[in-house]
Every structure is written in C-alpha cells, then in structure tokens.
C-alpha cells in the first residue's frame, strides 16, 4: 500500500500563490506517476497535473497551464505543486493521487488517494 498525505492548502486572494506538497510513503515504494486533481461539491475529480517519477514527464489541465508547476523531490518521495496566479474558480479540494501504471490524466489510471487539502481563493 502507499500513503499520501497532502498539505499546504489555505485561504489566499486571487492572484497569490500557494504550494501544496504530497509525500508518498509506504512499503517497496512502486510508483509510476504522481498527481494532482482536485473537485468541487457536486462535481467529479478534475485533472489538474501529473508527472512521472523520475520527473522526467508532466502533464497539465488546460485551465491551469502556465499558472501551476508539478514537481518532484526525489530523495523525501514527496510531489509539489506551486500554484500561482490563483483564481477564484481555482477553489477546491486538491488532492494527491499515484499510480503503478503509465499515466497522464485518466482518474481511473490512478491506484492510490491521499485525503485531500482544501484551497479557497477569493476575489
């Protein structure tokens, strides 16, 4: 099993930044690719980005290209999104997923969720 443990959300006025983290711990660590979706009351997870574990490939949501960065600190097995020039409609709960297998931004693809992290940002 993996373990994903989200942190970094908060409340910030549009235009501000945050930066989430998701470490991923568990025994024999076998994970493919890492990512990040996020979901709004009454809706399903949306696709926010994803990359590999090595780093080497990442994948961003249209609405959120050039705005948010995925990232990957290889030697604490922890994932990071810097978020900038937030917007109001980027208010959800974010959360970390990771899967064994070759993914980009298929929900289904992913084996592994952390509890998620709340960002609201206002105007």
């Known amino acids: 099993q993996v373990q994903l443990v989200e942190s970094g959300g908060g409340l910030v006025q549009a235009g501000g930044s945050l930066r989430l983290s998701c470490a991923a711990s568990?025994?024999?660590?076998?994970?493919?690719?890492m990512g990040w979706f996020r979901r709004v009351v009454a809706k399903d997870h949306e696709f926010v980005a994803s990359?590999?574990?090595?780093?080497?490939?990442?994948f961003y949501a249209d609405s959120v290209k050039g705005r948010f960065i995925i990232s990957k600190e290889n030697n604490n097995n922890t994932v990071y999104l810097q978020m900038n020039d937030l917007e109001p409609e980027d208010t959800a709960i974010y959360y970390c997923?990771?899967?064994?297998?070759?993914?980009?931004?298929?929900?289904?693809?992913?084996?592994?969720w952390g509890q998620g992290t709340q960002v609201t940002v206002y105007s």
């Open positions: 997923a990771a899967s064994r297998g070759k993914v980009a931004d298929r929900k289904d693809g992913f084996d592994f």
């Open positions: 990359i590999s574990w090595t780093g080497a490939t990442s």
């Open positions: 568990g025994p024999g660590l076998r994970i493919y690719t």
